[in-house]
């Protein structure tokens, strides 16, 4: 896509009510999936190469609808949606041209066999796409109806034959329409249009088919026209995700640190099982946090492309509709020139706030906008492989196989003897308040919450009232051994590494905790310490604080330097 189509492309399938829109030779490279404001878009291309490419974009009314996505390769993926009372699998092709080699159109349609077979036999079936195929108007019982548009040219016999291996229905060739509705294709000089683009549909569910025809008045700059087909189905309705509630830790409120102090002076904080006590603490908290405080507002992503180039847009699309085709290029190429300026405008004014944010000295926010403005952009994969090296494309599985990787990866044998023979005999007192309160200040604020979605910031602004509290639950943690169960649970965050994305081992786990557990983590850390260093030797470094290994690494240089100038000998032990 050029500059500024994907925003067109938005507006387009908005204006023209499609659902689901499947695009092909979209020359992106890489394959994933993200989101663009109110769409959701699935894509694989070449790994470098900006050629071929598909993608499938659907709006946020079916986006909760979609089970999995099976990125196949740079020619084809398939979406599987959940439907009522059927699933619905649609697939996006993109078919070798005509002067392809024979070899690369039988593994096309090898691959795309393949992943036909990997589709459940009730499911609804569509493939859409750019065939590079001519069926014509000739009808062939069960495959075409008799109003395809011209005579049959390139490749039309494999795809004819491939629809009566698999039981489908071209579906634009059923209805009898002007030839403005049939065409997909217009040359650039506009004298000759033909019919390439097709949409497949099971033979079973051809009554369901309402209409099939192209929309010429819809435009992104293609020489391809919009098909479109409309389809008596229903998607199941499936409710929204429950996310949690993100707090705007920048407008903590008089009212909830008032509330949250007089609640706390009623609870009862002698020998309570530390689970009960912090489950009241945590109902507590949140309840009077979600009442007082003001949720965050998610900073939508800054449009570059402005009125102006949105409004040769229009004149564009107008200019198509009336046939125009001189005005309609000059407009295109008028669209092209104002979205480089655009973009040009828009990247010179986020270097300003970054200016700005330096010189003001805001450097999280700072930060924050180089990231934006740099584009650091990380894909979701939708479909990963199993222990066997299979595809896994359906939710559930997806989750199950996330499931049992870090159990593997974090396995340990409990029968493993340990080797350490140091004794610890000291008997260690109790849990000092003054701890709890050092280590309540020092943690790291405007970090991501745990399981329980409390942030530490909504108990280091109560301070003594909060430190009493914890202080409370972590002496009953150190006599009774017992963790309240939200303390225990990690939610693993997996961050793509470089290599490929379907592979659970090229992901690094990071695990979220719950931030109030840090407290009691940081305490015995800082009681083990003291033992650990007696077993450590000084010259020691890494993962030690104030032992790094560049420092020892800076004196190597510098020793090997002072015995380098005398010609002195010089023996280095590791």
Not at 374 to 399: C, P, Q, W, Y
Not at 510 to 529: D, G
Request: proline fraction near 3%.
């Amino acid at each position: 896509m050029n500059q500024g189509k994907l925003e067109v492309v938005k507006q387009e399938m908005a204006r023209v009510n499609v659902d689901i829109l499947g695009i092909s030779e979209l020359k992106w490279t890489g394959m994933g999936e993200f989101n663009s404001d109110d769409h959701y878009i699935y894509y694989c291309g070449q790994e470098s190469l900006r050629r071929n490419g598909v993608a499938i974009m659907v709006n946020k009314r079916v986006r909760n609808a979609v089970l999995g996505c099976n990125l196949k390769n740079d020619r084809m993926i398939s979406v599987r949606f959940q439907g009522k009372p059927f699933n619905i699998t649609v697939i996006q092709v993109y078919a070798p041209t005509s002067n392809t080699e024979e070899a690369e159109v039988e593994r096309f349609y090898e691959d795309l066999q393949d992943l036909l077979e990997l589709t459940p036999k009730k499911d609804v079936l569509f493939i859409i796409g750019d065939w590079n195929a001519k069926v014509g108007s000739q009808e062939t019982p069960g495959v075409t109806g008799k109003f395809g548009l011209g005579i049959r040219k390139e490749a039309w016999q494999r795809l004819i034959e491939f629809c009566q291996e698999n039981a489908l229905v071209i579906t634009n060739t059923l209805f009898q329409q002007h030839k403005r509705r049939l065409y997909t294709w217009t040359s650039p000089d506009g004298q000759h249009q033909n019919q390439s683009d097709h949409i497949l549909c099971s033979q079973r569910w051809r009554s369901s088919i309402q209409s099939a025809k192209t929309r010429p008045g819809a435009d992104c700059g293609s020489d391809h026209e919009l098909l479109i087909a409309k389809f008596r189905l229903k998607l199941k309705k499936v409710g929204k995700t429950t996310r949690p509630f993100r707090y705007d830790l920048n407008q903590i409120l008089y009212d909830y640190t008032v509330e949250v102090r007089n609640r706390f002076k009623g609870l009862d904080l002698i020998d309570r099982v530390p689970d009960e006590l912090w489950n009241e603490v945590h109902d507590i908290v949140q309840e009077t946090g979600i009442k007082t405080i003001p949720i965050e507002k998610k900073c939508k992503k800054a449009k570059w492309l402005s009125g102006e180039a949105l409004q040769i847009v229009v004149k564009r699309r107008e200019a198509k509709s009336k046939g125009e085709n001189e005005r309609y290029k000059h407009l295109n190429a008028e669209f092209q020139r104002i979205a480089r300026r655009d973009k040009k405008a828009f990247l010179s004014d986020q270097c300003k706030e970054i200016e700005e944010n330096n010189r003001m000295g805001k450097t999280r926010d700072l930060f924050k906008k180089i990231r934006d403005t740099k584009g650091t952009f990380h894909v979701k994969m939708s479909s990963i492989k199993d222990r066997n090296a299979m595809d896994l494309i359906e939710a559930e599985d997806i989750k199950k196989r996330w499931q049992e990787h870090p159990e593997e990866l974090y396995k340990k044998d409990l029968h493993n003897p340990d080797n350490h023979d140091g004794v610890i005999t000291d008997l260690q007192p109790d849990i000092l308040e003054c701890e709890v309160k050092w280590a309540l200040e020092s943690i790291t604020t405007n970090k991501a919450s745990g399981g329980d979605g409390i942030p530490v910031e909504l108990f280091q602004i109560l301070k003594d009232d909060a430190v009493k509290v914890l202080h409370s639950i972590c002496q009953q943690i150190w006599k009774t051994h017992q963790w309240p169960q939200d303390w225990k649970r990690s939610v693993f965050i997996p961050i793509p590494k470089k290599g490929n994305a379907k592979e659970c081992s090229n992901y690094r786990t990071v695990a979220v905790i719950s931030h109030v557990s840090k407290v009691m983590l940081k305490i015995l850390k800082a009681r083990l310490q003291q033992y650990v260093n007696c077993e450590l030797p000084d010259v020691q470094a890494g993962f030690r604080k104030g032992r790094g290994t560049r420092d020892q690494i800076a004196n190597i240089r510098w020793i090997t330097e002072k015995a380098r100038v005398p010609e002195k000998h010089l023996f280095l032990l590791y």
